[in-house]
């Protein structure tokens, strides 16, 4: 017999078999195996067949190697990802709840977190649900501190470069933008900045600097922005989804340290987010979100204000509630010796056929005007090459303001999985177009 809900919740094809007299076994098999069987095949063979011209978008499509597979059956066999784990709550704190890997997310915060020269002693973070989550704790950690310390909600500077994410953010957390000019490469003027500053002089400063922003590959100069906030109030995150995750693998892994070199910035950045779905290739999105942990107390100090954390016996430290407990037990493979290996290599080869290819549009389309941001950008931007190309590489596409006129532009964002065979390819079908 149906209950009235599965009575109700049929409907459709649904309702059709349940006039017809079938069981709900038979219900299932007809509707969805036989669906399945015939579908499944095709889809995959598709996906397998375009991944390789996946090239607009900041995307590994490597698949991740047999070691991370057998973690996962490792994990399995403990029984992650097959009945209900949650990572409720602070993953340096004990949790009520004993089906957590919090120890797994606690020691990737930290290898990473090395990588990025935060102190071993000052050190908290998280897994995220993806960069957007990340960008969102990170923005209003900021928000609650520097309203915590002042009294005056602050306003959140940015550039019209920075990944839509902090457009969204922003709107969510009723901030006053103030948006900051960029320099030619796309990156933060700092002497806007500093002209935008002294106009709010009386609002504290929420910044978003980012390193590798979406379209062009530009790179805020965090040092040269924390030298403008050296009297003003403020809170500094950065966005680095993407070129965070391959950064601190070659020289300029400066770029993206919590540390300065310069000893007239006292510090670097306040929190950072980067993207696991990105560079290293994971299979789902999910974000790393790492910041001090005396930031995290004085903010944890006044999120504690705001709910009654008495349910799960602490302070979560996080906006999001219940947790994906599969994704940082996952994750935690990325902080191997063999995962951190591959991460090298890939971070060298992909940099090293991102200038191969900036050299190969100079030479054979000088037409399209290619343009590389800096030395450690993946990305390169050229007038837009025809629907043709964009279809079949799958490229984004924005319209940009060159010589006083709007024009479309694309981009190659050339990840791991963008071989110089699959550049060649491209080349040859732009050739194709310009014969």
Same mark, same amino acid.
Request: net charge negative; proline share 5%.
């Given at each position: 017999?149906?209950?009235?809900?599965?009575?109700?919740?049929?409907?459709?094809?649904? @309702?059709? %078999?349940?006039?017809?007299?079938?069981?709900?076994?038979?219900?299932?098999?007809?509707?969805? !195996? =036989?669906?399945?069987?015939?579908?499944?095949?095709? =889809?995959?063979?598709?996906?397998?067949?375009?991944?390789?011209?996946? $090239?607009?978008?900041?995307?590994?499509?490597?698949?991740?190697?047999?070691?991370?597979?057998?973690?996962?059956?490792?994990?399995?066999?403990?029984?992650?990802?097959?009945?209900?784990?949650?990572?409720?709550?602070?993953?340096?704190?004990?949790?009520?709840?004993?089906?957590?890997?919090?120890?797994?997310?606690?020691?990737?915060? $930290?290898?990473?977190?090395?990588?990025?020269?935060?102190?071993?002693?000052?050190?908290?973070?998280?897994?995220?649900?993806?960069? %957007?989550?990340?960008?969102?704790?990170? @923005?209003?950690?900021?928000?609650?501190? $520097?309203?915590?310390?002042?009294?005056?909600?602050?306003?959140?500077?940015?550039?019209?470069?920075?990944?839509?994410?902090?457009?969204?953010?922003?709107?969510?957390?009723?901030?006053?933008?103030?948006?900051?000019? %960029? $320099?030619?490469?796309?990156?933060?003027?700092?002497? &806007?900045?500093?002209?935008?500053? !002294? &106009?709010?002089?009386?609002?504290?400063?929420?910044?978003?600097?980012?390193?590798? #922003?979406?379209?062009?590959?530009?790179? =805020?100069?965090? =040092?040269?922005?924390?030298?403008?906030?050296?009297?003003?109030?403020?809170?500094?995150?950065?966005?680095?989804?993407?070129?965070?995750?391959?950064?601190?693998?070659?020289?300029?892994?400066?770029?993206?340290?919590?540390?300065?070199?310069?000893?007239?910035?006292?510090?670097?950045?306040?929190?950072? !987010?980067?993207?696991?779905?990105?560079?290293?290739?994971?299979?789902?999105?999910?974000?790393?979100?790492?910041?001090?942990?005396?930031?995290?107390?004085?903010?944890?100090?006044?999120?504690?204000?705001?709910?009654?954390?008495?349910?799960?016996?602490?302070?979560?430290?996080?906006?999001?509630?219940?947790?994906?407990?599969?994704?940082? !037990?996952?994750?935690?493979?990325? #902080? %191997?010796?063999?995962?951190?290996?591959?991460?090298?290599? &890939?971070?060298?080869?992909?940099?090293?056929?991102?200038?191969?290819?900036?050299?190969?549009?100079?030479?054979?389309?000088?037409?399209?005007?290619?343009?590389?941001?800096?030395?450690?950008?993946?990305?390169?931007?050229?007038?837009?090459?025809?629907?043709?190309?964009?279809?079949?590489?799958?490229?984004?596409?924005?319209?940009?303001?060159?010589?006083?006129?709007?024009?479309?532009?694309?981009?190659?964002?050339?990840?791991?999985?963008?071989?110089?065979?699959?550049?060649?390819?491209?080349?040859?079908?732009?050739?194709?177009?310009?014969?």
């Amino acid at each position: 017999m149906f209950s009235r809900r599965q009575f109700f919740g049929l409907g459709g094809i649904g @309702m059709l %078999t349940l006039s017809a007299g079938c069981q709900p076994d038979a219900f299932q098999r007809s509707v969805f !195996a =036989d669906d399945i069987s015939t579908r499944s095949v095709p =889809d995959r063979v598709r996906f397998k067949s375009l991944k390789d011209h996946l $090239l607009g978008y900041p995307i590994n499509m490597n698949t991740p190697s047999d070691g991370f597979f057998r973690w996962r059956e490792q994990l399995a066999e403990e029984g992650v990802d097959t009945f209900a784990f949650n990572n409720v709550g602070n993953p340096f704190k004990a949790s009520p709840i004993p089906f957590n890997t919090h120890d797994y997310e606690r020691d990737t915060i $930290l290898a990473f977190g090395n990588l990025f020269e935060f102190p071993a002693d000052d050190l908290w973070g998280f897994l995220s649900h993806s960069g %957007t989550d990340s960008n969102m704790h990170g @923005m209003y950690m900021g928000r609650t501190i $520097l309203r915590g310390r002042t009294g005056l909600l602050p306003k959140t500077y940015f550039t019209r470069e920075a990944h839509y994410s902090v457009q969204i953010l922003r709107d969510l957390l009723g901030l006053e933008t103030v948006m900051v000019d %960029t $320099l030619a490469d796309g990156g933060m003027n700092p002497d &806007d900045l500093a002209s935008k500053l !002294a &106009d709010n002089s009386n609002s504290p400063a929420l910044v978003v600097a980012t390193v590798g #922003t979406t379209f062009k590959g530009a790179i =805020d100069n965090i =040092d040269e922005i924390q030298k403008e906030l050296a009297h003003h109030e403020s809170y500094v995150h950065v966005d680095a989804a993407l070129f965070g995750g391959y950064l601190p693998f070659t020289n300029h892994s400066a770029e993206v340290s919590c540390q300065s070199g310069d000893d007239s910035v006292s510090k670097r950045y306040d929190s950072i !987010a980067v993207s696991c779905h990105k560079f290293f290739g994971f299979p789902s999105p999910a974000g790393l979100f790492i910041t001090r942990q005396s930031i995290y107390d004085e903010f944890n100090e006044l999120f504690s204000r705001i709910h009654n954390p008495e349910y799960i016996h602490h302070v979560p430290g996080t906006i999001i509630c219940s947790r994906d407990a599969v994704k940082p !037990a996952e994750f935690y493979y990325f #902080t %191997t010796p063999q995962a951190l290996t591959r991460q090298r290599d &890939d971070a060298r080869l992909m940099l090293d056929n991102a200038a191969y290819f900036f050299d190969q549009l100079n030479t054979h389309f000088p037409q399209l005007g290619a343009t590389r941001a800096n030395e450690l950008s993946n990305t390169i931007y050229f007038r837009s090459p025809g629907e043709t190309i964009i279809k079949k590489y799958s490229l984004a596409t924005m319209h940009l303001d060159v010589d006083d006129q709007s024009e479309e532009y694309a981009h190659v964002v050339v990840m791991p999985h963008v071989s110089r065979n699959v550049l060649a390819k491209f080349l040859s079908d732009l050739e194709g177009l310009h014969e």
